[in-house]
Nanobody, 127 residues
Framework: QVQLVESGGGLVQPGGSLRLSCAAS????????MGWFRQAPGKEREFVLA????????RYGDSVKGRFTISRDNAKNTWYLQMNSLKPEDTAVYYC????????????????????WGQGTQVTVSS
């Protein structure tokens, strides 16, 4: 059974940084793309970042380019979302997700393209 478990959310001041983690278990993810999405109250789920588990290109959502980065630790089956220069509009529940697609695929930036999801972790950016 595949499980994705996020951690690292919390309250941070504008301009601050936060790192989210997503621990994956239940299968081998070598042919998967791992993504991050977020959802603010009253809004649709928004694509943040995605990366191939085995390496290759990273996809970025327009609103996070230059501020957020994604990385992975294959040995720990964990990938990370490093968020810098946080803004109040980054406030949302953040979800990690996995899909057996290439990160260059059209579906890599679409929530419906992903097969597995974590439970979400709240990030609040406020002074």
């Amino acid at each position: 059974q595949v499980q994705l478990v996020e951690s690292g959310g919390g309250l941070v001041q504008p301009g601050g940084s936060l790192r989210l983690s997503c621990a994956a278990s239940g299968r081998t993810f070598s042919s998967y793309t791992m993504g991050w999405f977020r959802q603010a109250p009253g809004k649709e789920r928004e694509f943040v970042l995605a990366i191939n588990w085995s390496g290759g290109s990273t996809r970025y959502g327009d609103s996070v380019k230059g501020r957020f980065t994604i990385s992975r630790d294959n040995a720990k089956n964990t990938w990370y979302l490093q968020m810098n220069s946080l803004k109040p509009e980054d406030t949302a529940v953040y979800y990690c997700a996995a899909a057996r697609i290439n990160s260059e695929s059209y579906y890599a930036t679409k929530a419906f393209g992903y097969d597995y999801w974590g439970q979400g972790t709240q990030v609040t950016v406020s002074s």
